[in-house]
């Protein structure tokens, strides 16, 4: 069984860093993308930044220059950098993997970002 644990979520000012961290247990078989969703209050889960075991990334436009995602695949680990948080940043973020194969999807419980003076 896949399990993803998250960690590195808090509360920041704006124009501040904080950096996730995702390391996925268990077996994982095939190709699969790694990457982050988020959920604000009210809204609609959205797609932050994903990457692949090459490296090939695709990053949302709101977050494009702020945030980066990066990955250790011999520790299947992905990393998202977030500088100049702004406060509509604000919201549950939410690590993910997708088998390519199998379009199979595994989720993490969320860590919460806050924004806020």
């Known amino acids: 069984q896949v399990q993803l644990v998250e960690s590195g979520g808090g509360l920041v000012q704006p124009g501040g860093s904080l950096r996730l961290s995702c390391t996925a247990s268990?077996?994982?078989?095939?190709?699969?993308?790694m990457g982050w969703y988020r959920q604000a209050p009210g809204k609609q889960r959205e797609l932050v930044a994903v990457i692949s075991s090459l490296g090939g990334t695709n990053t949302a436009d709101s977050v494009k220059g702020r945030f980066t995602i990066s990955r250790e695949n011999a520790k299947n680990t992905v990393y998202l950098q977030m500088d100049s948080l702004k406060t509509e940043d604000t919201a549950v973020y939410y690590c993910n993997v997708r088998v390519l194969t199998t379009a199979t999807n595994y989720w993490g419980q969320g860590t919460q970002v806050t924004v806020s003076s």
């Open positions: 268990g077996s994982i078989f095939g190709v699969y993308v």
